[in-house]
């Protein structure tokens, strides 16, 4: 009878080994490294993504030509993160990311791209941005139709969106007005 319940136990113990090695591991929103999901509208219809109890997600880099532009293309709502239009783009849940005046960043500026052409807008001595809110209905797609050089900051064919500038330091600022961004 004890050699069965020591069987009994070790079973149950590899059993359960097993199963905590083999669930999968999900980040929660709010508690260590912010969740990054992809979510895609296939077909040009709604689609919704699983957010938790996110009350919010950001872009953080959009995947598809469509654009994606939150209110129209997609958004949150009581289920979840949803995309539609063909937007297709990673977001960071829970309003990660670099926020206005934390951290290192240097704020968020607005960067147009207007009459189609190229635009560069000042981001002083900072070597990376992060899309935070596309506004235009043209795709605003990194690489394609923004990024940063030795310039700054560039959109091109339309693409007219929020960013949130990082890294680097230097305190600077683009005056209001000065067609090189505006600060929001």
Same mark, same amino acid.
């Given at each position: 009878?004890?050699?069965?319940? +020591? ?5 149950? @113990? ?6 905590? @090695? ?7 929103? %709010? ?5 990054? /999901? ?6 040009? +219809?709604?689609?919704?993504? !699983? ?36 937007? =297709? ?11 206005? %005046?934390?951290?290192? %960043? ?10 189609? +052409? ?12 992060? @899309? ?15 990024? /940063?050089?030795? =310039? %700054? @900051?560039?959109? !091109?064919?339309?693409?007219?969106? !929020? ?22």
């Amino acid at each position: 009878m004890r050699r069965t319940a +020591k069987l009994f136990v070790i079973a149950s @113990l590899v059993l359960g080994a097993f199963f905590a @090695l083999s669930s999968p591991a999900s980040a929660q929103p %709010g508690y260590g490294q912010p969740q990054t /999901i992809t979510c895609s509208s296939d077909n040009g +219809k709604r689609n919704w993504c !699983d957010i938790g109890r996110a009350g919010d997600a950001q872009i953080s880099r959009q995947i598809s030509g469509s654009p994606c532009v939150r209110g129209s293309t997609w958004g949150i709502d009581n289920r979840g993160l949803w995309v539609d239009g063909g937007c =297709r783009a990673q977001f960071v849940i829970g309003g990660y990311g670099p926020q206005p %005046g934390q951290g290192q %960043g240097q704020g968020t500026i607005r960067c147009s791209s207007d009459n189609g +052409k190229r635009n560069w807008c000042d981001i002083g001595n900072a070597r990376d941005a992060q @899309l935070v809110n596309q506004v235009s209905g043209s795709p605003c797609i990194r690489g394609n139709t923004w990024g /940063i050089d030795q =310039r %700054g @900051l560039w959109v !091109d064919n339309g693409c007219r969106a !929020d960013f949130a500038i990082g890294g680097g330091g230097g305190g600077y600022y683009p005056q209001p007005g000065s067609g090189q961004g505006t600060i929001r």
